[in-house]
T-cell receptor, first 114, second 111 residues
Framework: DAMVIQNPRYQVTQFGKPVTLSCSQT?????MYWYQQKSSQAPKLLFH???????NEADTPDNFQSRRPNTSFCFLDIRSPGLGDAAMYLCATSLGGTAGQPQHFGDGTRLSIL | TQLLEQSPQFLSIQEGENLTVYCNSS?????LQWYRQEPGEGPVLLVT?????EVKKLKRLTFQFGDARKDSSLHITAAQPGDTGLYLC???????????FGAGTILRVKS
């Protein structure tokens, strides 16, 4: 089945220690998104890629960066995680072209900061 | 101020009861999507409504898009414990790929 896969499902890191979360997709979608979601709240968009074009949200901290080496993979790098960065991180994909395409989400990576 | 106001924020009901979740905005959206998210999983698309006044049914769930495409509602008939989850509405603009999410409604259905 075509899907969006996030690894790992759970990640624990130390305060200030860089961490990378990964996302892969078999849907061949050209748009990939990274969201931060805190407990029972709506997902907050951090940034998205349309093909290789990177689109950062204005309020995304500089601490968060992303890489998309090819269509299938996208990474979220947190350079110096703080306690406030503990959250669920969701990756999503969608087709480009027409606006309003539904987004397909992975099951997320829950990040804990010690 | 949220661009898309979703209410209620929390809803705890008994099995068999009906409920309605509302999503309101002063902005016009080209379409509106409803997602359901269970604990520990990502949101899953339930439906997309595109035309003003459109009504879509998915078993016991009825979705409506307002005539002016500024608001939407989700009605669940005879709720079941399996309906428990976080319900999110998300508006799409005419251009671009981003969605505007409402704050979500946490639904708990007790048996």
């Amino acid at each position: 089945d075509a899907m969006v896969i996030q690894n790992p499902r759970y990640q624990v890191t130390q305060f200030g220690k860089p961490v990378t979360l990964s996302c892969s997709q078999t849907l061949n979608h050209n748009v990939m998104y990274w969201y931060q979601q805190k407990s029972s709240q709506a997902p907050k968009l951090l940034f998205h890629y349309y093909d290789k074009d990177f689109n950062n949200e204005a309020d995304t901290p500089d601490n968060f960066q992303s890489r998309r080496p090819n269509t299938s993979f996208c990474f979220l790098d947190i350079r110096s995680p703080g306690l406030g960065d503990a959250a669920m991180y969701l990756c999503a994909t969608s087709l480009g072209g027409t606006a309003g395409q539904p987004q397909h989400f992975g099951d997320g990576t829950r990040l804990s900061i010690l | 101020t949220q661009l898309l106001e979703q209410s209620p924020q929390f809803l705890s009901i008994q099995e068999g009861e009906n409920l309605t979740v509302y999503c309101n905005s002063s902005s016009v959206f080209s379409s509106l999507q409803w997602y359901r998210q269970e604990p520990g999983e990502g949101p899953v698309l339930l439906v997309t409504v595109v035309t003003g006044g459109e009504v879509k049914k998915l078993k016991r769930l009825t979705f409506q898009f307002g005539d002016a495409r500024k608001d939407s509602s989700l009605h669940i008939t005879a709720a079941q414990p399996g309906d428990t989850g976080l319900y999110l509405c998300a508006g799409a603009w005419e251009y671009g790929n981003k969605l505007v999410f409402g704050a979500g409604t946490i639904l708990r259905v007790k048996s």
